[in-house]
């Protein structure tokens, strides 16, 4: 339960984060180009629907169904650099206690996932795969150069 | 934890951050951190850059001392029952950056002070001054200080154009 976002990241150079947020349940989707863009979205998006009172797994699974996976995820090598999906993350939001976020994150292309409390935990988990996906991605593109 | 020192007290004067801010362009903050005993004019070029450099002052500083533990995503099969994965150190390295030669002449949009003394329920917890309009806020997590530091410079952007 909770809202349900898909983080669609294309960069990640210099730790700017850039690429697009897709809200599965209104079924739109926006360009951010930095970290604090991601937050004042999802931040809009939350203030606007917490009145409401939606079964949001059951919209989730259709969105998936969809083919909303098919569009986002996985690390197509073999596509253009600027069209490449670096990572991309299932965010649940669930509670926005204590003036913040809590809820779960989901990394798609590898299937890792744990819960955070806070926004500050919610930014230092995506920096920390974002960081481990760019050394990868480093090594791959050193070993196809040699 | 085990990284983090023992806090042997540490000054007041010691315990405050600055942050000036000289590009706020797509909302994207942009300048310079310092902290008495951390480092001055130490720069991030973004909201991320300068997150990781906050927590790695605190760590640094031994205060305040921290209250959670770091997550980490994993991919075992633990990861998606109860059990929560932790990191083993709350190690953060924040990108050592060159200042933009523009912002010497220039003066910051936007001058904070920031005094985190708690850092419970994974977040902060302290108080915030903007040194250019006076106003401060005493916040209870790190959501509420970027909301409140976005809306200043929002408004100093604003000023400026108008």
Known sequence: MGEVFLLKVLDYKDKMISGKLFDVERNKHYDYDNLSQILMLISGILGENRAEDMQKDAVYTSASKEGYFEMVSGEKSWLLNKLRVFRTFKLSICFTNFNTWQGELWCVDTGSHNAFRSVLELMLLLNAELESAAAGGESIAAEVGA | ?162
């Not at chain 2, 910051?108 to 708690?118: D, K």
């Not at chain 2, 419970?120 to 509420?144: I, P």
């Open chain 2, 1 to 162: 934890m085990t990284e983090i020192k023992e806090n042997i007290g540490v000054k007041r004067e010691n315990q405050f951050d600055i942050i000036e801010v000289y590009d706020f362009t797509d909302m994207n903050p942009a300048g310079l951190f310092s902290n008495n005993m951390y480092g001055q004019g130490l720069v991030f070029n973004n909201l991320m850059t300068l997150v990781m450099l906050v927590e790695d002052c605190m760590n640094h500083n031994a205060y305040p001392q921290p209250m959670t533990r770091h997550r980490k995503l994993d991919a075992s099969e633990d990861a998606h029952g109860e059990g929560n994965s932790f990191l083993e150190t709350c190690d953060i390295k924040p990108p050592v950056l060159e200042m933009p030669s523009e912002w010497k002449e220039k003066k910051p949009l936007g001058t904070f002070r920031l005094r985190i003394v708690f850092r419970t329920m994974s977040g902060w917890q302290g108080d915030v001054e903007c040194l250019d309009s006076g106003k401060t806020l005493r916040f209870r997590s790190d959501m509420e200080l970027i909301m409140f530091m976005a809306e200043e410079l929002r408004r100093r952007v604003d000023e400026i154009s108008a």
